[in-house]
């Protein structure tokens, strides 16, 4: 029987005591590493047109969980980061639906777009 | 010899690298911050470096999760844009350094860097929108480039401490390779900003203008906060600053401020630019 | 809390996995070479590590020349054995330790060590030929393997000073790792041969010798030599020998010398084994 | 105008004074990237059938310089190594071969399998 080691506890970290933040460490890298290689498989052209035909058979060649399939089929990009994506990584998702990186991150403070641009353009969020 | 002129700090975020291509700079939304920098470009065709290493971080681009470097050096005789997910920028492929690159590799691995060497390097918006705010759309780029990756993307990255100390060794290194070659460092990412999270958004012009000030006249105390510090002040993925002391410690340790500039917003990121000469 | 127990350095030359797979060990040809195996199998079967450590190179095989790390530690939860031409060797799947890899990543990373992780690696004969040598053919691997592989093959390769010390941050790294593991560190390659060139066949064995005594007594002096001196003394491949410094840095000051052995020739090369307990 | 830089003079490095013996080093990267990229890639079953069918078409894809081309044809390991070959990476055309590193050491340095053989029986060569 061989002895478990446990590289951290979430709890002692104190990155993870920085509000609204997810810090993309081994723990999340190992949980989402199939969601990373399909996402950048993206990078090829000839990937983006068979995810956009049929994205649950492209999915399932990677071997994403079924959480992992239902967080990109809802573009639920949070639920994506909080199951191992790498914001990165997930955001190749949205250039294939001609999304900005402003839309992503709108989303996953919960405004729409309008709201956030104008956040931003009155000088983003504060500390 | 081989010498390090200065070093310039810019963002990379990709909506410059599109506004250049789209032929946008002049339109109102981004008019002022195109004009900020046009002091940086001013300089470089004064100085005229024959070389840039360019800092930078790759974004899911020619780097995958299967093996990711926490420092790559590039030796190739040529670069090519990346293709992102929005097929590659229109922009001419980079010509590299192989005899610098190398020769640079030799000194840092002598020196305990425990380098990855890349003769193969498709390269981002994280390399390529900073030569776009600085030269604009050359038919060709009139300098060599030399591209150093950092793993600022997955936990656990260098220290800021050790990123000043692979700086100064860089400086080492280029002059222990025989040529009489100008070289620019460029040290991208940043400003604050924050792209994922109920926190995404998030801007701290405070944190960046110190930064701004301090990566002039006392880097050592940037290189004395955590990683965890950066994160905290300057967002998730403001913490791409640390690649700046990389390109701050390749200077001497007195240096003379040539601009700075400071934009909010660029898309989700505060735009910034310090421009430095060696003294 | 997790402690190494000890170290073992072997060769890892190919025609030995061969030997073993093929049912040949008991051969006039092979018989002496596997039988002074046998303590050190002994030794492990009282010990009984959790966890194996092994420092390896690639062999043109995970790893092209398009990007080619240093250091890089495997962070996965298996590997598979690589086909480096033949097919892959037939022998089991390799079980991995995430938590301990990402752990040690950490302190390492922390520790001025600049990893690159790897989260996919298939393996080759570097690291499996010494599993076969201490463990034979089991159904299953008796340990847990966290492969830690090292460029040997492209010059520049890290000093054998920057190997004994990446050593010592080890001991330091799985200390910091919460858990309870007997783990055993591995150090792979040498001795003495060169595979290319007129000096093809080169073996030295006093120079071998050498190294067999000092690398439980004396380290330091083996990582004084820089990496010209291993490769004019023991063979452009021999310099291969600089991975047992890893393994031998992962140990406290003072080690038991459990056993060594001395052959020539195994296929190219000279091959030896020491066996050295932490005390 | 841009200046060259040279990052090595041969005759100043202590490893070339190393007799008959072949460092791997940046120059030597350079020169055979595209050669060992060629060689690494008869990792795969399928490229080694390939190779082995037609290995002129299956260098053609690659980029070998002439000369590259024709050391391998004529199987000469040491010429292979001179423009630019690591050894592990020119070992994959021995394997195809069915070769052992035996032969192509034996070739490098001007033996016969047999005579090499006894060579290592007898404890290697000296210094
Ligand atoms: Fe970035
Ligand atoms: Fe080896």
């Known amino acids: 029987m061989l002895k478990p080691n446990v590289y951290q506890e979430p709890s002692k970290r104190d990155y993870e005591q920085i509000p609204g933040t997810i810090v993309f460490d081994g723990r999340r890298a190992t949980a989402g590493y199939a969601l990373n290689r399909m996402c950048i498989s993206l990078n090829s052209e000839q990937n983006r047109e068979k995810f956009s035909k049929d994205a649950v058979s492209y999915m399932n060649k990677f071997g994403l969980t079924v959480e992992q399939r239902e967080a990109v089929m809802k573009r639920d990009w949070l639920r994506m980061l909080e199951l191992g994506a790498n914001i990165f990584f997930a955001f190749k998702i949205a250039i294939v639906d001609g999304l900005t990186m402003q839309h992503v991150a709108a989303s996953m403070c919960g405004l729409d777009i309008a709201e956030y641009k104008a956040m931003m353009r009155d000088g983003g969020r504060g500390l | ?279």
């Open chain 2, 1 to 279: 010899m081989n010498r390090i002129i200065g070093g310039i700090g810019t963002s990379h975020v990709p909506v410059l690298g599109a506004t250049i291509d789209g032929g946008r700079t002049e339109t109102d939304e981004w008019k002022a911050l195109f004009d900020d920098y046009v002091p940086a470009q001013s300089w470089l065709s004064e100085v005229q470096p024959d070389v840039a290493i360019v800092i930078y971080n790759d974004h899911a681009s020619a780097f995958s999760l299967d093996m990711l470097p926490t420092f790559a050096v590039g030796v190739a005789a040529e670069y090519k844009p990346a293709d992102e997910g929005w097929g590659p920028r229109p922009i001419p492929t980079l010509k590299g350094d192989p005899d610098l690159s190398w020769g640079m590799v030799e000194s840092l691995v002598e020196s305990g860097f425990d380098i990855t060497v890349c003769q193969q390097l498709d390269v981002d918006h994280g390399l390529t929108v900073p030569l776009s705010i600085l030269w604009g759309q050359p038919e060709s780029w009139p300098v060599k480039v030399i591209p150093i990756a950092v793993n600022v993307i997955q936990y656990p990255l260098p220290s800021p401490q050790r990123c000043l100390a692979l700086g100064r060794a860089i400086r080492n290194a280029v002059s222990s390779v025989q040529g009489d070659s100008k070289i620019l460092m460029v040290g991208t990412g940043g400003m604050s900003h924050q792209l994922q999270g109920a926190r995404a958004g998030l801007i701290n012009t405070p944190f960046d203008r110190m930064f701004l000030d301090k990566i002039s006249s006392d880097p050592d105390s940037l290189a004395a906060m955590s990683v965890s510090d950066y994160i905290r002040e300057a967002g998730s993925e403001g913490a791409e600053l640390i690649m700046w002391l990389i390109m701050r410690g390749a200077l001497g340790p007195n240096v003379e401020k040539v601009h700075s500039a400071y934009h909010v917003p660029a898309s989700n990121t505060a735009a910034g630019m310090v421009v430095l000469a060696d003294k």
